[in-house]
């Protein structure tokens, strides 16, 4: 997503990750994906690129889950040295957020994403079907759901990703969202 000059997206979902205790229970994690999840669908007209993903298989599901998690606790960064405010550079910064779920294989909730990820393929890479997505996974029952990570890119504003560093290959699996 574009990060807007003086924009509060960003630091409103820092402030909703940062602010969500670690060991909380379904009912409040629940309610923290609703709050972010109604945050990004709202600001669909700053998607540029995105990926989403579901897998029924459930061993590639916990593998898909682990890369996921091993991206929010290594240090993969695009970038060594902040990329500055936008304003005084003239070119976009972008910001990443991303929302992984490892549910219960078979679980009620599972199938009812299953159901929401059943999508035709011309329209995998469409804003509506992001804003589709974001707005189901709220539905999920918290009881169902093994483990979860969120976790956004920039921390900082002034870190915000430039356009090169979307080419980087960290960022590969990336596709553009019209």
């Not at 996921?68 to 005084?88: D, N, Q, V």
């Amino acid at each position: 997503m574009r990060l807007v000059p003086r924009s509060r997206l960003r630091d409103d979902l820092r402030r909703l990750v940062l602010g969500h205790p670690a060991a909380t229970g379904p009912r409040e994690k629940a309610d923290l994906l609703h709050r972010i999840t109604t945050l990004l669908a709202d600001s669909d007209d700053l998607y540029e690129k995105g990926c989403w993903d579901f897998f029924d298989d459930d061993e590639r599901a916990r593998s898909d889950y682990d890369m996921w998690c091993k991206g929010m606790t290594t240090e993969e960064g695009a970038r060594l040295t902040p990329s500055g405010f936008p304003e005084r550079y003239g070119e976009h910064r972008y910001m990443t957020f991303t929302i992984a779920l490892l549910m219960v294989n078979g679980s009620k909730s599972e199938r009812a994403i299953a159901k929401l990820c059943e999508t035709p393929q011309e329209m995998l890479w469409r804003k509506e079907t992001f804003v589709r997505i974001l707005r189901g996974l709220p539905l999920v029952d918290y009881d169902h759901v093994k483990s979860d990570v969120l976790y956004l890119i920039p921390g900082e504003e002034d870190w915000g990703l430039t356009a090169e560093d979307l080419t980087a290959e960290e960022f590969e699996y990336l596709r553009k969202v019209e």
